[in-house]
């Protein structure tokens, strides 16, 4: 009698477990602002909608190591992963993400357009489903850099008009491109000469000339304390960042979206799930990647959807009752002069040309 | 003759002989220590040094060129990758069938990213290639080689072929050869080109700066474990807060606050500026360089000098100093030639601890340290979480340990690990 | 005394230093308002004049101290404010007390009288130099604790805060810890109740395991005892990152075994495995303490007990633990703090539901300055205070308990 009361009861715990378990599923993300972000758009709808309860990881910056590791060790424990799209590429690669079909696993326009043309180019991997796009750029204390306020990118490497410390990210992609540009290359030049060696040297000698103003940061929110101290005058940063410094702290910062570069944070699911997994996984991402889940976004933070489709929808911000789309990096003034992020490009180059940098910034 | 041990062998009162039963005990006492010791000993060595074994085992293993292109490896077994000829058709056909399988498999990106870390390029070659020559039939025999060419100009390259030749070993040096800023190549091992020799440095860097910090940690830690250990207990423990409060709190917190003393509109600079010391347009620059890591880092490891200190000072008696005074020896003999040498264990420990530990922080030098203030842990970070070059990770981090085990033998020769003494 | 005295200095020379003092003041007092001499002079002449007659005409404490206060409490308050007067007091008491302290040469009453005057001096100045030291240690704490105050978020001393005026500061960071703020979700709750559930039981581990090992070790006839222990060290000196990835192969394998073949749920696997990986962590610690204690432990005491019929666990319990405690303690505080502070393996084996306290701080400063991480840092500072006056409580217990005079 005993022994079966146990029996039976370990039965149902082991069962209401195992019920409970295929009702949890882990997300990943980068955490702050922008997982808020993502709970309100996706999460909290998708929960009421389905009944699915999504626990969040903020674990995205350890993503690809992580991913490895539990690919290797046959234990993968999170159902859908937020990266940039380079770390998606590398995970493609690496044979650590799944490969989707984007015209029949995600939702179409409402007008009927398909999701890869919805996407367009953005679409930079198989395993890639883009969400949004944010852009890294420039942002500059109003009151410290003199009368007249920088215009171009170039400023940045302007140390006679624009005396003071500048931040920039402690990593090659990005500073060498600008580098580059500010010493006479042409846009559509500006990775046939980053190829060659002696192109990656003059980007060099070009940043070696404000590397003693420079400060470098390595986490997204190191610019904008540093601008708010008033530590340095300008620097680049996630334009998120920056609009939550202007707008929601009210530091005297603005943005220069001159040559912003382009780039891109989207969904991936594991390679390896199971397939009753795999399937919930798709569910949820055909769910929040539809034109209006993406829009909604939009409503918590300032990155632009990634679909066409969205653009239109976007609204005002959630709290602060400001209309967003003058904000996304993506608004027509904004985007006078962009730079999408090379993904092929830096896919090969990246370690060769850290290792450069890394030898430079060490001299 | 009779052995004079056997004539007179003592026996217990069981009527063992003595000799017998000191021996047993003895075993016993053995096999009780052991007892004692075995279960942590094989918790740590399962749940610790095998695991970090196995990591460090990535450093040498290269088996995925030929576990992807089996058939490629060995047909280019008899091509000369020191000449400036391509290899023949045969290679070619090999390399197409091992490149369709690995499609199928979807490793023919693996194989791509693991030679992007000897040449850049690999990585995309391997991928846009892949979308051709998946489609190939090869059952008609025609040539392969041209066709192939075309896909790509660089599999028309000799250097190309001779990458793969040269990493197609299962048991490579190349990962510790990039670790010291060489390279294998067909011409054996060469140094890296001088713009992208970094690694040495860094580790030339970590030591010196490791040492700097243990030196000043020694320097500011010396005087205030003598004044805990020769103040009377009530005062001392009280002193002791101080030492203890910052080393219970959170790294990242007094790493920030450091930020926000040093920072050029920081703290310091505002006092100094204040006081007038330092006018407005010249404020100090003390973060973001060497100088911001060795404060900062001394602040952090100091606990771990002057706990070990202290401990050791405690059990100098005062009397062997007074005496020596009264024998006559000036103050600074009497330190020096009487106290000193007695209170050595306790900086030896105190800097071992030190130096070990400043040797492996990444996250103080990353947030404080700007351009000259890294060490090699941040590159073993980087090539863990963002390029997955492991094998160089680990290979790093082998070094990194030599070094440390070098150390600790030394340490254990001339002071002796129980010496150390936490407090 | 008289020994020393023998030679009566005149008043005029005993104020050399508070003379000293006083021009250093007025100097940096006539920096901040543009007049560096006469602030000078005027330091030096003041605190002159007030040395004679304090301690030449009026030679009476209490007495100089009211008399002082009003007249520094006025002048700061005709100066500028009412905080610069409270300055100016505390200022007073501490002037007052330096004069008398010179004049009637306090400075030697606590010292051995045969010191000769620059024995008294190097004293001094050792103090001066270690109190020095204890400020370097202390200041980043002291500058995170207004911080954590900051009406704004960021980690920047506002003008309002330096103005103390009540609107720069503000309990927000403390509420959002708390989980009270409107756009706050309990995170750092939950983080705290993680890193309260994970660090005692990883302590416990490496204590328990640590201890015995320690007393294992410490017998005389220990087969390659240096080997052992360097193994048991090995924690402490693989650089962490390289710990993590290692790792996390290990405790996934067991994560699954766990789950699939024992059948215990996810999450408290999640939890075990942090505590174990945590556990290793802290064993060099405890081993390297308890085994320091060991050294001086005197073994007829065990021998004693054994006599007496005691058998080896009462022996242990009764005899060698409260002796060798303190050790253990400390060695355990240590494993403690090890786990307490950790992020980089954490990170590597936890999953969401295993967030600790130094992960959600990692994510704070990285994601999104925010001084909640500071609010975190004051109310673990207060904590800990009490954990280590605890810690004394205890010592001195112990201390009593080994029958020695609690000095």
Redesign the interface.
């Known amino acids: 009698m005993n022994l079966s009361k146990f029996l039976v009861t370990t039965t149902a715990l082991t069962l209401s477990a195992g019920i409970a378990s295929s009702q949890d599923m882990t997300i990943v993300s980068w955490g702050g602002a922008y997982s808020k972000s993502q709970l309100k758009a996706y999460h909290e709808p998708y929960s009421e909608k389905t009944g699915v309860n999504i626990i969040n990881d903020d674990s995205s910056a350890e993503a690809v190591a992580k991913l490895r590791a539990m690919n290797e060790a046959n234990n993968v424990t999170w159902d859908v992963v937020d990266v940039v799209a380079a770390d998606a590429m590398r995970l493609c690669d690496e044979g650590l993400a799944l490969e989707i079909d984007h015209d029949t696993q995600l939702a179409p326009a409402p007008d009927g357009t398909s999701a890869s043309e919805d996407f367009g180019e953005l679409i930079v991997s198989d395993c890639f489903i883009p969400q949004i796009v944010y852009s890294t750029t420039f942002g500059y204390r109003t009151d410290l850099v003199g009368d007249t306020a920088p215009t171009s990118v170039c400023a940045v490497f302007d140390l006679e008009n624009y005396p003071g410390k500048r931040s920039l990210e402690k990593r090659p992609i990005n500073n060498m491109e600008w580098a580059l540009l500010c010493d006479g290359v042409a846009k559509d030049e500006v990775y046939n000469v980053l190829e060659t060696s002696e192109g990656q040297d003059r980007a060099l000698a070009k940043l070696d000339t404000i590397k003693d103003s420079v400060v470098w940061w390595s986490a997204g929110a190191d610019t904008p304390q540093l601008l708010a101290d008033g530590e340095v005058i300008m620097g680049s940063t996630y334009n998120g960042r920056l609009f939550s410094v202007i707008e929601e702290q009210k530091q005297p910062v603005a943005m220069l979206w001159d040559a912003q570069v382009f780039d891109l944070d989207g969904w991936i699911i594991p390679a390896g799930l199971s397939a009753e997994r795999q399937k919930r996984a798709l569910d949820y991402i055909y769910f929040a990647t539809d034109t209006q889940r993406l829009a909604d976004q939009a409503k918590y933070i300032s990155y632009g959807p990634a679909r066409a489709s969205s653009a239109p929808l976007v609204g005002k911000h959630a709290d602060l009752g400001i209309d967003m789309a003058p904000h996304m990096p993506t608004d027509p003034n904004n985007a006078k002069n962009t730079f999408l992020y090379n993904y092929e490009f830096w896919a090969d180059y990246r370690d060769d040309i850290d290792a450069k940098f890394q030898a430079w910034l060490a001299q | 003759m009779l052995d004079y041990s056997e004539k007179y062998s003592m026996e217990v009162a069981d009527g063992t002989p003595l000799k017998k039963s000191l021996a047993r005990s003895l075993r016993k006492e053995k096999l009780r220590a052991l007892a004692l010791i075995a279960p942590l000993l094989i918790f740590v060595l399962v749940t610790f040094v095998l695991p970090i074994g196995t990591m460090l085992t990535r450093s040498i293993d290269n088996s995925i060129v030929e576990e992807i292109l089996p058939r490629t490896v060995l047909a280019l077994e008899d091509w000369n990758e020191k000449g400036d000829e391509l290899p023949n058709e045969m290679v070619f056909r090999s390399f197409v069938e091992d490149f369709q399988d690995a499609i199928a498999d979807k490793n023919h990106t693996k194989i791509g990213s693991r030679l992007n870390y000897e040449v850049s390029g690999m990585s995309s070659l391997f991928r846009k290639s892949a979308r051709k020559v998946k489609k190939w039939d090869l059952t008609d025999n025609a040539p392969i080689k041209q066709k192939l060419i075309e896909v790509n100009k660089a599999w028309g390259d000799v250097e190309t072929w001779a990458v793969i030749k040269t990493h197609s070993v299962a048991l490579t040096n190349g990962y510790f050869l990039n670790a010291v800023d060489m390279q294998r190549t067909p011409f054996g091992a060469q140094a890296q080109p001088e713009n992208k020799q970094v690694l040495v440095k860094l580790f030339i860097r970590t030591l010196k700066m490791s040492l700097i910090i243990t030196g000043m940690c020694i320097l500011l830690g010396y005087p205030v474990a003598w004044l805990l250990a020769n103040l009377s207990n009530r005062t001392s423990n009280l002193l002791l807060i101080l030492v203890l409060l910052p080393f219970w709190t959170s790294l990242l917190v007094r790493t920030s606050a450091w930020k926000v003393m040093l920072q050029n509109q920081g703290v310091i600079n505002d006092l100094l500026v204040w006081i007038g010391l330092i006018t407005e347009g010249s404020r100090l620059e003390i973060i973001n360089n060497q100088f911001g890591t060795i404060v900062a880092m001394t602040h952090i490891l100091l606990p771990f000098m002057i706990l070990p200190m202290y401990s050791v000072m405690k059990t100098i008696p005062p009397s062997y100093l007074r005496a020596a005074k009264s024998l006559g020896a000036t103050n600074w003999t009497a330190f020096w030639r009487v106290y000193f040498p007695q209170s050595v264990p306790g900086i030896g420990a105190g800097s071992i601890l030190v130096f070990i530990l400043a040797i492996g922080y990444y996250i103080t030098p990353e947030i404080v340290g700007g351009t000259d203030g890294i060490f090699i842990s941040n590159r073993i970070a980087y090539h863990i979480s963002s390029s997955l070059n492991w094998g160089l990770a680990s290979a790093l981090g082998a070094i990194l340990l030599g070094v440390v085990l070098l150390l600790y033998w030394v340490y254990d020769k001339i002071v002796g690990i129980d010496n150390v003494k936490l407090g | 005394m008289m020994l020393v005295n023998s030679t009566p200095e005149s008043l005029l020379t005993k104020s050399v230093p508070i003379v000293v003092a006083g021009a250093i003041f007025g100097t940096?007092y006539g920096?901040?308002n543009g007049l560096?001499i006469l602030g000078f002079s005027a330091g030096a002449f003041v605190s002159l004049l007030l040395t004679l007659f304090y301690a030449g005409v009026l030679k009476q404490k209490f007495l100089s101290h009211v008399i002082n206060i009003a007249l520094f409490g006025t002048f700061g308050l005709l100066s500028s404010s009412l905080h610069s007067a409270i300055f100016y007091v505390i200022l007073s008491i501490a002037f007052v007390w330096f004069i008398f302290w010179v004049t009637e040469a306090k400075y030697r009453a606590n010292l051995l009288p045969y010191l000769s005057s620059s024995?008294v001096a190097?004293h001094y100045l050792?103090?001066l130099?270690?109190g020095a030291?204890?400020l370097?240690?202390?200041?980043?704490?002291l500058?995170?604790l207004p911080?954590s105050f900051n009406a704004?978020?960021?980690?920047?001393?506002t003008p309002e805060m330096l103005r103390f005026e009540p609107e720069g500061y503000s309990l927000k960071h403390y509420r959002d810890f708390l989980g009270l703020r409107v756009?706050s979700n309990g995170e750092w709750l939950r983080a705290f109740q993680n890193s309260l559930i994970i660090a005692p039981l990883a302590t416990l581990i490496s204590v328990t395991?640590?201890t015995?090992?320690a007393?294992?070790?410490s017998?005389?006839?220990?087969?390659m005892r240096?080997a052992?222990?360097?193994?048991?060290?090995?924690?402490?000196?693989?650089?962490?990152?390289?710990?993590a990835?290692?790792?996390?192969?290990?405790?996934?394998?067991m994560?699954?075994f766990l789950e699939e073949t024992v059948?215990i749920?996810?999450n408290a696997v999640g939890y075990i495995k942090v505590v174990?990986?945590h556990a290793?962590l802290g064993?060099p610690?405890v081993i390297?303490?308890v085994?320091?204690t060991l050294?001086g432990f005197d073994r007829s005491l065990t021998r004693a007990s054994a006599n007496l019929g005691a058998n080896s666990i009462t022996t242990f319990f009764r005899v060698q633990m409260p002796l060798i405690l303190p050790g253990v303690i400390?060695?355990g505080l240590?494993a403690f703090?090890t786990s307490f502070?950790e992020?980089?393996v954490v990170?590597?084996i936890g999953?969401?539901?295993q967030?600790t306290?130094?992960?959600q701080?990692?994510?704070?400063?990285?994601?999104?300055?925010s001084p909640t991480?500071?609010a975190?840092?004051t109310i673990?500072?207060v904590l800990?205070?009490a954990?280590?006056s605890t810690v004394?409580l205890l010592?001195r217990r112990s201390e009593r308990l080994r029958g020695m005079s609690?000095?």
């Open positions: 940096v920096q901040v560096v024995q190097w050792f103090r130099i270690c030291i204890f370097f240690l202390i200041t980043p704490i500058v995170v911080l704004q978020d960021f980690f920047t001393f756009d395991f640590g015995l090992a007393i294992g070790l017998q005389s006839h220990v087969p240096r052992i222990m360097a193994i048991l060290i090995s924690p402490m000196i693989v650089p962490l990152i390289i710990s990835t290692g790792m996390f192969f290990f405790y996934s394998d994560g699954n059948g749920n996810k174990l990986a290793v064993i610690f390297i303490t085994t320091a050294v400390s060695g240590f703090i502070d992020v980089v990170m590597f999953s969401a539901g967030k306290l130094p992960w701080m990692f994510l704070g400063l990285r994601e999104q300055i991480i500071l975190v840092a673990l500072v800990s205070i954990l280590l004394e010592r609690p000095s």
